[in-house]
């Protein structure tokens, strides 16, 4: 299943109760959530998510600014998840 939040100004509190979501949830294939401003806070509460997520394969975070911390926990959880296929990180 996919999951498309783009462009819906979640903020890093959004970002952190999508993460509650994602690690709760094993039918989403894909997730996008282009263009939110999760910030740094946001994306290290996404990664610590998918580190406990196996169903998700493609994951779009473009757009994010979720800077050199939540960069480097994203890198941290694609090596520990070992099902991300597709990452976008790009800002």
Same mark, same amino acid.
């Given at each position: 299943? #996919? +999951?498309? +939040?783009?462009?819906n100004? +979640?903020g890093p509190e /959004? /970002? #952190?109760?999508m993460? !509650?979501a994602i690690?709760?949830?094993?039918?989403i294939? *894909?997730?996008?959530?282009y263009?939110?401003?999760? /910030?740094?806070? &946001? /994306? #290290?509460a996404?990664?610590?998510?998918?580190?406990d997520n196996?169903?998700i394969?493609e994951l !779009?975070l473009? *757009?994010?600014?979720?800077?050199? *911390? &939540? &960069?480097s926990?994203?890198?941290?959880?694609?090596?520990e998840?070992?099902?991300?296929?597709?990452l976008d990180?790009r800002?």
């Amino acid at each position: 299943a #996919k +999951l498309d +939040l783009r462009s819906n100004a +979640l903020g890093p509190e /959004g /970002g #952190k109760a999508m993460a !509650d979501a994602i690690r709760e949830n094993s039918s989403i294939t *894909e997730l996008n959530m282009y263009y939110n401003a999760l /910030g740094p806070e &946001g /994306g #290290k509460a996404i990664a610590d998510a998918i580190q406990d997520n196996i169903s998700i394969t493609e994951l !779009d975070l473009f *757009e994010n600014a979720l800077g050199p *911390e &939540g &960069g480097s926990a994203m890198a941290d959880a694609v090596r520990e998840n070992g099902t991300i296929a597709k990452l976008d990180l790009r800002s």
